[in-house]
Nanobody, 126 residues
């Protein structure tokens, strides 16, 4: 089992940057693919980005491609989401999630992630 805690959210002006962190408990962090999702008020949770177990593969939603970068540090049991050129439409609660190692990676599907953090609010003002 793994517990996830997100930090780094806050209020930023459009065009600004934030770096989200997600710290995982346990000694098997490298056995989990990690993802970031977000949910804005009145909207469904949507995929933002994901990184494979070893960090060699990444995926991004089209809406954040070129602006956000996901990375992981398995020695520190942490996954990061660097968010640049933020837009008001990026405003949401951001969640990190963990997907247990398997033969197939499902980066975009929330249902394949077994563990979720409590979320951190990101607000981008215009």
């Amino acid at each position: 089992q793994v517990q996830l805690v997100e930090t780094g959210g806050g209020l930023v002006q459009a065009g600004g940057s934030l770096r989200l962190s997600c710290a995982a408990s346990g000694r098997t962090f490298s056995s989990y693919a990690m993802g970031w999702f977000r949910q804005a008020p009145g909207k469904e949770r949507e995929f933002v980005s994901a990184i494979s177990w070893g960090g060699g593969s990444t995926r991004y939603a089209d809406s954040v491609k070129g602006r956000f970068t996901i990375s992981r540090d398995n020695a520190e049991n942490t996954v990061y989401l660097q968010m640049n050129s933020l837009k008001p439409e990026d405003t949401a609660v951001y969640y990190c999630a963990a997907q247990r190692y398997g033969s197939i990676w499902y980066p975009l599907s929330p249902a394949k992630y077994g563990y979720w953090g409590q979320g951190t609010q990101v607000t981008v003002s215009s």
